[in-house]
Nanobody, 124 residues
């Protein structure tokens, strides 16, 4: 089992930026991809971005494409989400996620493990 701890959330004005971090511990070698999901207030959790173990493959949800960038540092067992040009509709609890399956499967079916989440609030 892997433990995922997010940090970096907070309050930011529209148009601003935030960088989320996720530190993984435990059986990190068993997980193939990592990424982020989010849950806006009153809505279901939704996929945001995913990155392969090597970092060579990434995939973004349409609503964040071009504004968010996912990256990872395997030496630190950490994945990042750089969020630029934030909009009020980006307000959500952001969850770090990990999965043992391949990237394409995760894009289609979603993640299987999440952290506790970090709140991101974008004011207008």
């Amino acid at each position: 089992q892997v433990q995922l701890v997010e940090s970096g959330g907070g309050l930011v004005q529209a148009g601003g930026s935030l960088r989320l971090s996720c530190a993984a511990s435990g059986r990190t070698f068993s997980y193939n991809v990592m990424g982020w999901s989010r849950q806006p207030p009153g809505k279901e959790r939704e996929f945001v971005a995913v990155i392969s173990w090597s970092g060579g493959s990434t995939y973004y949800a349409d609503h964040v494409k071009g504004r968010f960038t996912i990256s990872r540092d395997n030496a630190k067992n950490t994945v990042y989400l750089q969020m630029n040009s934030l909009k009020p509709e980006d307000t959500a609890v952001y969850y770090c996620a990990a999965d043992y399956r391949d990237l394409d499967t995760v894009v289609a079916a979603g993640f299987t493990s999440w952290g506790q989440g970090t709140q991101v609030t974008v004011s207008s």
